[in-house]
């Protein structure tokens, strides 16, 4: 692809020689001839090799600096690495080494790969991809586009909207954890009678559990991503776009409406509400509800420029005991002083 | 079902309409006509419409409130869903796109789904189910009426007891993380020897790993519940009848003694032994033995009551910075008078 | 195998009955006649019964106590284990029921067992071992000697080395968590165009996600070993001979140099650099550079002597709450003696 073909595609200017061939983008930390890098920082810019093809802001690409300027290359990002990815396309139909119940709809223009199975009652809508070894369970739907990469699990009755991508290793619709104690200390397992059901266009990433529900189902609202090693519990009720990255934990009928953002590691106890744009900072552990657009963090979780000074504090901490007790000592000597 | 039917199986009394059909169980969070709720808080029985059908304690359904009245109905809850739950029945027999060994020994009364692998040795008892693609290696023992969810790796020489239920994409048995330090700085692996024992009435979630022992078991207790996301290293003794929370690791050694509860992502270090019916509160983590009985939070966990104490004196630290700074200035203003 | 055979195999001296005859190893909990332990500290074998035979150091072996004396018993533990280990053995080939491509290339002295899928353009090297239900993406290389367990997924395009480990349930080369905020608050996906390569002699836990780089590849360093559900965000580069304990969390974009152990539950954040043979401790947060060889804690991590200060100074908070405001009322009383 040359540097005019690039500015075309991306509504932008060619700087430089048009006829420039891009192979591919490249690394900022090892930028090469040839290779495409996305520039929205000036310090990243002055590091840059003048060989190097660029995607800058308008007015950067001077000083012998080439490539392609356009209004805003952050937002650009993605399309620039679409173009050059390597393109996967599954052919449609049931590989024959899957495992498909008769009572299965796979619709014709879906892709079943080998060794997953589909069962009863399941239905695999239009441009669906499961890949290998895919477990979709009886009654549960895969929505239109819907990529499943290898080993991920759908339980019975988990319905998954269109345009989802699900990742390996993936388990949808295990039981909740739920169980009463007995008057003998065992615990008696409640029934988890609900389901799951996930919105459009979700991104579920690798190892993530999402429990069913209870009563009810558990929902993964339209537009939200979940990175890996996440846990969903039982009946929570996820909003769209939320963003949830790696190895945070929601618990049992939590609620996070609309937008909210967790950071990595963090938490949220059952039946707790966090409100919409709401953030909790990595290893938060939401304990109490959080009010809409708060920013949160620490365990429990606060305000967190609140949190931001105790943690300021703590480390005046030792510096102040001693600081208490030279105070002690002085006022004893002046308490002294006044009983002579 | 009509309502005489379900008092007379939970033994309770219909109170209203004895011949009023009940559908299902309702959520607490948007109740239906016909869908029965189970509530044991005077709080929810004031929010519930007359119209919906409840299971509420002796005394609580007047004034134009119907359902059936039970002496507990906590401890009933379980029983009313099971009463509604879709079954989900398994035939004996092994799926012919299963790959049994001819060595492996499948009782005549259990069920091996479509790509179960069972290897050379190993026994699946009476009744036990293995959903699809699940693992069950050399020589290991899947108990009566052990039910194993799809996607569950039993590494060589597992031993899982009667009645357990095991999620998906749990791998039980994988080594122990052992290595010896040599003299450039390399590790050298230490074999993994042992194996993982897992006893009856077991729940295990999804993604789970629980790793064989270096040199003898790990061993899971009856009665355990094991929430998804858990870790537990090599050589753990997990008692009978402990409950572990999502996310949480015990390390190699630990010892967990009956009853032990760990909420959400806490965690045990190696070697040290928790008491029995001990409690560590979400995210505490215990470094040291824990007495029966103790309840303890934070990290290093302590007494819950003292981690309280002083996560409440925490947050007055910045104020007590600013009340030394004052004492500070105050004193030196008296000292100086003293010295005047 | 005998004490005598013992001795000459660790090259060490056997003490005692030479022809006693060894059946395994024992655990240091119970241990049993004809079982060998291991001791290499004096408190150990104050507690064994002199019937119990033993590998310990030069000298410690008098008083009726048998076995065999070695220089250094605890670097010898996993040659001891290894005599008694259960070896399995796989024979080279593809089993019949796994589903290879046409286009991919399996040694013909490697073994991919049943039910697993080795795509289009794939290596499986010399060696190397594919339990049941693995799944090897296309392109993706599997090196000489390497041995995947069960479920695992290698997405297209990985890369590992050779004499690797790979445990149950591990999914590598799953999409890095990125995505550009649009200006309706949702989130459009950063395609993920780069891809994993693992070096030899690495070890990898069961549960473990290994994400893709978004440009440039996820790098795992040679001598690596990788505990169960460890996370790995997109084009982390783990250096040579890292050490990572369960349910630690790297980063997208984040560097440990050689030889950095993280401990249980640890985590790095997102382009942030861990020097050569630094250590973070069992639930350190990183979020700014650590130096090389540097002992950090606590989140942020810091220091672990300023941090352990830090920690005994805030047991004593509630009590300086107390001893402050005593301060205030005396200074008070004195301030007002000055008055009268």
């Known amino acids: 692809m040359t540097l005019a073909d690039l500015a075309q595609r991306l509504r932008g200017e060619a700087i430089g020689p ?44 001077d000083g012998g600096r080439f490539g392609v300027e356009v209004g805003d290359p952050r937002t650009l990002f993605p399309d620039v690495l679409a173009l050059f990815r390597e393109k996967v396309s599954f052919p449609a139909g049931i590989d024959p080494r899957a495992v498909v119940s008769p009572g299965a709809r796979v619709d014709e223009g879906a892709y079943v790969g ?6 009863e009652g399941a239905v695999v809508e239009e441009g669906a991809v499961l890949e290998a070894l895919v477990y979709v369970g009886r009654g549960s739907v895969v929505g239109r586009r819907t990529h499943v990469e290898p080993q991920v699990s759908f339980y019975r009755g988990t319905i998954v909207g269109d345009d989802v ?76 776009r939320c963003v949830i990255v790696a190895q945070t934990g929601l618990s049992g009928s939590c609620v996070l409406e ?8 963090s938490g949220v106890r059952d039946h ?49 005991l001693r ?13 002294g002083e006044g009983t002579e």
Chains 1, 2, 3 share one sequence.
């Open 272 to 320: 707790v509400r966090v409100g919409a744009r709401a953030q909790v900072a990595a290893l938060g552990g939401v304990i109490r509800d959080v009010a809409p657009g708060a920013v949160v963090s620490g365990f429990p979780a606060r305000d967190h420029r609140e949190h931001l000074r105790e943690e300021a504090a703590l480390s005046k901490l030792p510096e102040l």
């Open 258 to 265: 609309e937008g909210v953002a967790m950071a990595a590691r």
């Open 114 to 119: 080998p060794l997953c199975v589909v069962e």
């Open 165 to 240: 991508l699900v990742h390996g290793g993936t388990v949808v619709g295990s039981d909740g954890f739920g169980f009463v104690v007995d008057f003998d200390g065992g615990h008696r397992k409640i029934p988890q009678t609900g389901a799951v059901r996930i919105g459009d266009d979700v991104e579920i990433g690798a190892c993530v559990t999402i429990d069913r529900g209870t009563v009810g189902d558990t929902v993964i609202g339209d537009g939200t991503k979940i990175d890996d090693h996440v846990h969903v519990g039982h009946n929570a009720k996820v909003g769209p």
């Open 323 to 335: 600081r208490v007790r030279h105070l002690e000592a002085r006022l004893a000597a002046l308490e």
């Open 18 to 61: 048009q006829d420039y061939v891009v192979e591919g983008v490249g690394t900022l930390e090892a930028p090469e001839e040839g290779r495409l890098c996305v520039v929205w920082e000036r310090a990243l810019l002055e590091r840059m090799a003048p060989s190097v093809p660029l995607v800058a802001p308008v007015g950067w690409l």
